[in-house]
């Protein structure tokens, strides 16, 4: 019975694999080149991933967990054990990852269709589907560092789908090596761990921690490099130079990895390997999170691509949870991660709906300079989307923290965990003003989009009567989505929808931390309780600050937006260039060691290469020609030829007594026997 | 004893006689003749130890063989030293060189 949920896991896991080699090998060949492959599997696997959830549900057990594996390498005292683990906070992700690939499937029969690489694209979702399964079900760090990999590796190939963009193929190789640098840090982390415990299953690493096998300034470490990798997956700052540049891909991607799950891994892993972060770690974590929070903000609100406003969005958010995780309520990390799924996604399925529209729009005038994804080329396209608009207003609603949400519970346990932490160690109190000024600009900029999309006048009149809504397999995900940001989902029974409890909320209970010292899950619950009715007013307070400035700008146009941003001057400024990051990155980085790699190249090659090899090859050819030499003049010609003229020349001296003439032959024979008798008289 | 030694020395002159007639004539005939005296050299040695080494009639025998060797002998050297006369128009050995190289 219970190796049910084990088996289901493996179905989930295997299925998109089994479609992506399908696929791959011979999608062009199926008729629809192969996409019903593609979907039908997905649709399976959460067909299988809500069954193993209504089943953890019918029989709730909190500290329900099951592993099953296999050796995969044994070399004595070097062991690589696979398998997978199974438990709650698995089984709402698999759902998570299952719904959002399902809906990004759904939406993409639409929105790709006609795509040159259409079966391809499929492909690579079902290899997006598998590895990203495969971190959620891992239950040791090398398959999950594997998973990792691979998942890089998808998001790389699926950024850079429209490669024949330079842009495209850029941000994915941007994305690609940005990652790396993370992942390198995550590989340390590993190896850290591993050469002080000696395993990679997490549960001996936590056994390991808790005896004491690794302590100190390397578990700090260890726990410092694993978070590397969560900061170049989650793109915390400074690694989250890549995450709005990976939008260059198509947007049913950018709703399913660059938004709802991908991103959200290093998230999941944190939450995974919470229990060995030490409270230095944490502070390191929370710090990176919360700060990221507000600079991503700061940078969305002066964004006018809609999908870049969203990409920025989505970086603030993940420092939400990555701060969540810092301040211990990593449970209210992972509630966050879940509403947070469902109502980006659903607005990176929102903008790209309007994207196609705008696009289609443009197309029937043949204009191919306009950029469709401008917001200040939209406007009142309210009543054309109606199902666009209404879904993706619900979205806002809950990104901001409105209340009747699901975005304000999870917001707000996050902030109440934050606000705690400071209570209780004053001297950190930017986190929660980080957290709070996050709060306020994430409802600033979202209305902003709102606004400059659906309300008002259309900035370009002559297209609006070329603007439809999108049709049903894109608007299907977005009510879906939609009804699922609402917060009757996430506190059921209790249908108070400012009560920090409910169902979602007190399915994943929180472990404490393994590492000696650490507060007691229990301590973090209390103090987050005590908090949360402080935190809940401020943040009421900081959101309604945020919408109605919103509303003064964009809405009513109390004030103009223009002034204000003249006003503001370089700040302004600097959030619209996004802090120059990149060219700051490109002046103190890149061209730094391209520089080096300069002077090192002319190293390489005027002083090595000339004068070692170069010089190496004259000694060997000099040596060479001597032997040469001393090989024909001394062995070929004195030797070998020498032997040679020595037999021809007695050859040739001896001919002489053959004179023909048997007198001389009997001349020698006389001369011989007289010889001989000479010789014998003696 | 003196007596075979004499005759002894008798041969060896008569074959050094007839050694250096072979080697140092030119004309065929003369090494022919150079030969009879080397193969009679041989005969008197024969006879000569019949005699005087108690071997009885054995030398006698020898004798008579080479006697008539030396009949047949002469008879096809001087057919090839007429062969030769007739090609060459020459009986001198030294100038029969044809085979040399």
Same mark, same amino acid.
């Given at each position: ?682 | ?7 002894? +020395? %008798? *041969?060896?002159?008569? $074959?050094?006689?007839?050694? &250096? ?9 003369? /090494? #022919? ?12 040695? +024969? %006879? *000569?130890?019949?005699? $005087?080494?108690?071997?009885? &009639? ?9 006697? /008539? #060797? ?13 062969? %030769? ?17």
């Amino acid at each position: 019975m219970n190796n049910i949920f084990i088996n289901y896991s493996l179905f989930i896991l295997f299925l998109p694999l089994v479609a992506f080699v399908v696929l791959i090998f011979t999608g062009k060949r199926l008729p629809r080149q192969g996409d019903w492959v593609a979907v039908s599997a997905v649709l399976f696997t959460l067909v299988l991933s809500s069954a193993m959830f209504v089943a953890m549900l019918l029989d709730y057990n909190p500290d329900f967990s099951q592993q099953s594996g296999f050796t995969w390498m044994d070399l004595g005292a070097f062991k690589i054990e696979f398998g997978i683990l199974v438990d709650n906070i698995t089984i709402i992700m698999l759902l998570v990852v299952a719904l959002i690939s399902s809906c990004s499937h759904i939406f993409s029969l639409k929105y790709m269709e006609g795509d040159i690489r259409y079966s391809r694209y499929y492909a690579y979702l079902g290899l997006f589907t598998f590895s990203m399964n495969g971190i959620v079900l891992a239950n040791n760090l090398i398959s999950m560092y594997m998973s990792w990999e691979l998942v890089g590796l998808s998001s790389y190939l699926l950024i850079a789908h429209w490669f024949e963009k330079d842009s495209a193929a850029d941000a994915g190789k941007k994305a690609f090596l940005t990652n790396r640098v993370g992942d390198i840090g995550f590989f340390i982390g590993i190896m850290l761990i591993y050469s002080s415990i000696g395993s990679f299953l997490f549960s001996d690493v936590f056994a390991g921690v808790a005896a004491g096998k690794i302590t100190g300034i390397t578990l700090t470490l260890a726990g410092i490099g694993i978070f590397l990798g969560a900061m170049g997956k989650s793109s915390q700052f400074p690694l989250h130079i890549w995450l709005p540049d990976a939008m260059e891909g198509p947007t049913p991607v950018s709703a399913l990895m660059h938004a709802a799950t991908m991103v959200a891994a290093g998230v999941y892993m944190t939450i995974r390997l919470f229990p060995l972060f030490t409270p230095d770690a944490l502070l390191v974590i929370a710090y990176v999170g919360g700060f990221t929070a507000i600079f991503a903000a700061s940078i969305a609100i002066t964004q006018n691509d809609i999908k870049k406003v969203l990409a920025y969005s989505t970086v603030s958010q993940l420092g939400y949870m990555i701060l969540a995780v810092g301040t211990g309520v990593y449970t209210a990390a992972f509630f966050h991660l879940v509403t947070h799924a469902m109502f980006k996604a659903n607005l990176f399925y929102g903008s790209g709906s309007v994207i196609h529209a705008m696009h289609h729009a443009l197309h029937e005038k043949h204009d191919h300079e306009t950029d469709p994804q401008d917001m200040r080329n939209m406007g009142g396209l309210k009543a054309k989307m109606p199902i666009t608009y209404w879904s993706m207003l619900v979205s806002t609603l809950a990104i901001a923290g409105v209340p009747l949400f699901s975005g304000f519970l999870s917001k707000d346990a996050i902030l109440a965990g934050t606000l705690a932490f400071a209570q209780h160690q004053p001297e950190h109190f930017l986190l929660p003003v980080f957290g709070f000024g996050a709060a306020a600009m994430t409802a600033f900029y979202m209305f902003r989009l709102i606004f400059m999309t659906f309300h008002g006048e259309h900035q370009m009149p002559e297209l609006i009567n070329d603007i439809h809504e999108s049709p049903k397999e894109m608007t299907g995900p977005l009510v879906l989505l939609a009804s699922l940001s609402v917060f009757v989902f996430y506190t059921l029974p209790n249908f108070n929808p400012i009560s920090d409890h409910g169902w979602f909320t007190d399915l994943v209970v929180p472990r404490t931390a393994v590492v000696p010292g650490s507060m007691t899950a229990h301590e973090i619950a209390d103090y987050a309780h005590h908090a949360h009715g402080l935190a809940m007013s401020l943040s009421i307070a900081v959101i309604v600050l945020g919408i109605a400035l919103s509303v003064l700008i964009y809405f009513k146009k109390v004030f103009s937006a223009e002034t204000w941003a003249s006003k503001l001057g370089f700040l302004y400024d600097w959030s619209l260039n996004k802090f120059y990051f990149d060219e700051n990155y490109n002046r103190f980085l890149y061209q730094p060691f391209l520089n080096l790699s300069k002077k090192v190249a002319w190293l390489d090659w005027e002083i090595y290469d000339r004068y070692f090899i170069n010089g190496f090859a004259w000694v060997i050819e000099w040596y060479s020609r001597v032997t040469g030499k001393f090989d024909y003049d001394g062995i070929d010609q004195g030797l070998v030829d020498g032997i040679g003229r020595i037999v021809g020349a007695t050859g040739h001296n001896l001919r002489k007594i053959q004179t023909g003439r048997l007198q001389n032959y009997l001349l020698y024979v006389v001369a011989g026997i007289i010889v001989m008798i000479i010789v014998q008289a003696f | 004893m003196d007596q075979l030694n004499s005759y002894l +020395f %008798i *041969a060896a002159i008569l $074959f050094s006689l007839g050694v &250096f007639g072979v080697i140092t004539r030119r004309n065929g005939i003369a /090494v #022919l003749m150079g030969v009879e005296l080397i193969l009679n050299a041989a005969n008197i040695n +024969f %006879i *000569a130890f019949s005699r $005087f080494g108690g071997m009885n &009639f054995d030398g006698h025998v020898f004798g008579l063989l080479v006697i /008539v #060797l030396a009949a047949a002998e002469a008879a096809v050297a001087l057919a090839i030293i007429i062969n %030769i006369y007739n090609n060459m128009n020459t009986i001198n050995v030294d100038q029969a060189s044809q085979l040399k190289q």
